[in-house]
């Protein structure tokens, strides 16, 4: 009897233990558990805080963008391709004899349009809503290159000299290319190729620098 009432104690403080243990590693594994979500959870946040601040990390980099973007005036040109027709009454007398001739000349001009580029001239900020340049509007930024495509000469005196007047006509077409360069630089879309090509230039530039994982909206502002 004294045995089998041994018996029975010992078990029961087996099983007393037995459950303590498992109630024990059951803590430790709920205990493990919520540490490792607080771990996941931070590493979120750190990971996010990381995302945030690379979609702002731009900030960082506008003087060394200001300083990327002087003197890149030619690099930055924007191409612009017109044709034209001109039209050109050619006269000569000599001893008492008048000769005249009407000459039409297909030509092309290449303009080279860009913005001032120097330090003083422009300006680069940003804030919460992107980056902004401030600067003049675009301009030639190299002469006109003038290419006479063909020519025609009607009817002709017989003191016109074709070639001679083919040349004389191609001279004065680099002035009158600079005076309708006035007029081309302030059509919408050759400022849009402007804006296109210094904008790509910058994004490139920002898109390098470290830990920049977003460029943001990049404005014009004109004086």
Request: charged content about 25%.
């Given at each position: 009897m004294k045995k089998l009432l041994a018996t029975i104690v010992v078990a029961a403080?087996?099983?007393?233990?037995?459950?303590?243990?498992?109630?024990?590693?059951?803590?430790h594994?709920?205990?493990?558990?919520?540490?490792?979500?607080?771990?996941?959870?931070?590493?979120?946040?750190?990971?996010?805080?990381?995302?945030?601040?690379?979609?702002?990390?731009?900030?960082?980099?506008?003087?060394e963008s200001k300083k990327a973007i002087e003197g890149q005036v030619k690099f930055l040109a924007a191409k612009v391709d017109r044709e034209y027709v001109h039209i050109e009454h050619i006269q000569k007398r000599t001893i008492g004899i008048k000769s005249e001739a009407t000459i039409i000349v297909k030509y092309s001009v290449e303009y080279s349009f860009g913005f001032d580029l120097k330090p003083e001239s422009f300006t680069v900020s940003s804030?919460?809503?992107?980056?902004?340049?401030?600067?003049?509007?675009?301009?030639?930024?190299?002469?006109?290159?003038?290419?006479?495509?063909?020519?025609?000469?009607?009817?002709?005196g017989v003191l016109i000299d074709?070639?001679?007047?083919?040349?004389?006509?191609?001279?004065?077409?680099?002035?009158?290319?600079?005076?309708?360069?006035?007029?081309?630089?302030?059509?919408?879309?050759?400022?849009?190729?402007?804006?296109k090509k210094l904008?790509?230039?910058?994004?490139?530039?920002?898109?390098?620098?470290?830990?920049v994982s977003a460029v943001p909206i990049i404005k014009f502002s004109y004086k």
């Open positions: 403080l087996i099983g007393g233990a037995a459950t303590l243990w498992f109630v024990f590693l059951g803590q594994e709920q205990e493990r558990d919520i540490l490792a979500k607080l771990l996941k959870v931070e590493q979120e946040l750190s990971e996010t805080k990381s995302n945030l601040l690379g979609y702002t990390k731009f900030t960082d980099y506008v003087t804030d919460k809503n992107g980056i902004v340049i401030t600067l003049n509007k675009p301009d030639l930024v190299a002469s006109p290159a003038v290419n006479i495509l063909s020519h025609e000469i009607p009817s002709s074709e070639k001679a007047s083919v040349i004389f006509v191609h001279q004065q077409l680099f002035g009158i290319a600079k005076q309708r360069a006035k007029e081309v630089k302030n059509e919408e879309a050759v400022i849009a190729l402007c804006e904008t790509e230039f910058l994004v490139d530039f920002l898109q390098k620098q470290p830990n």
